[in-house]
């Protein structure tokens, strides 16, 4: 029991300081910048590795910022079985109905993505390098984390039905196998017409596939040899407990691709909202912006993996 215990505790410390896993992250907010036309892609390839890098930055935050986990989840099942047609889109209507202490409680995703969007508008028309850049990297993250389905729910990790580490599973140990077969060519990024309406939409359909995460790895746990669902797994330079390989293969194939949708949608939406930011500020010359310049062997790297993100093939990805 006190084995189990130790197990489930360190899955759980994993799960509070790496959502969608630091390595998903990276990935979705640096491939987001091959969606963006030609008069934005020039001033953000430029500044990629800062992207890639500040990717984790909200994640980062929790640590001395006790206010910033309510930004990154929504628990929609407090607000019924069908709590999409329940809450109100507008702040002010939701905490007139609920009280901002409940949407605080209960998580603020949604309208977190809304107001760095319009944080990023502002600093687009101000021509505000650093406020581009991590606006664009801190909104990237929000949207990256309403595409996890077990940021919608109340039982994120599985706790209230016996599967604690499921989100870490899902989102972390899932990507870190496989999503280097996936294909993440989306094309390009659009115009995104109401920006808290499409905060909705992401989380709406995250939310409808909860029940099959949480349902499909209670079955797999059923029928898998229990002393063949943990092995040591390096971490940075430590071992630790975490799910083997075989049941990690063995639940992503149950979930027929989910992970790699998410991912793709994440990639695409993230892309479409810094374009719709740009447009809306009215357009603004990129190219007078301060950029870190590359010389020719890290343009000739970028160049090699946007050609492989858009052919679809597998793409190497280290960080």
Request: hydrophobic share 35%; proline share 3%; aromatic share 14%.
């Amino acid at each position: 029991m006190r084995r189990g215990l130790t197990i489930l505790i360190g899955l759980s410390l994993i799960f509070l300081f790496s959502s969608w896993g630091f390595y998903a992250h990276y990935k979705i907010g640096r491939l987001a910048v091959y969606t963006l036309p030609k008069p934005m892609s020039a001033f953000y390839k430029s500044n990629i590795e800062y992207l890639t890098e500040h990717a984790i930055s909200a994640d980062k935050k929790r640590y001395v910022d006790s206010s910033e986990g309510r930004r990154h989840y929504l628990n929609a099942d407090h607000y019924g079985k069908d709590p999409f047609k329940h809450i109100p889109h507008n702040w002010y209507d939701a905490a007139a109905k609920y009280t901002a202490d409940t949407l605080d409680k209960y998580g603020t995703v949604p309208w977190t993505i809304h107001y760095n969007y319009y944080r990023l508008v502002r600093a687009f028309k101000e021509h505000d390098t650093t406020a581009i850049l991590n606006t664009s990297a801190n909104l990237g993250h929000y949207i990256a984390d309403a595409h996890v389905p077990l940021h919608l729910t109340q039982n994120y990790n599985g706790q209230l039905t016996n599967q604690t580490g499921i989100h870490t599973l899902w989102e972390s140990r899932l990507p870190e196998l496989f999503s280097g077969n996936y294909n993440y060519y989306v094309g390009k990024a659009r115009y995104i017409e109401n920006p808290l309406t499409e905060a909705f939409k992401i989380c709406r359909s995250s939310f409808k596939s909860v029940d099959t995460v949480l349902r499909f790895e209670r079955m797999l746990n059923k029928s898998f040899p229990a002393d063949k669902k943990y092995e040591m797994v390096l971490h940075g330079k430590k071992e630790v407990k975490d799910y083997s390989v075989a049941y990690a293969a063995a639940y992503h194939k149950m979930l027929k691709g989910m992970v790699e949708r998410r991912m793709r949608a994440a990639i695409l939406t993230v892309g479409s909202y810094w374009y719709s930011a740009w447009v809306d500020a009215g357009q603004p010359d990129l190219n007078k912006l301060i950029a870190i310049p590359m010389d020719n062997a890290e343009r000739a790297k970028i160049q090699q993996e946007e050609a492989l993100y858009k052919s679809g093939k597998v793409l190497v990805f280290a960080k």
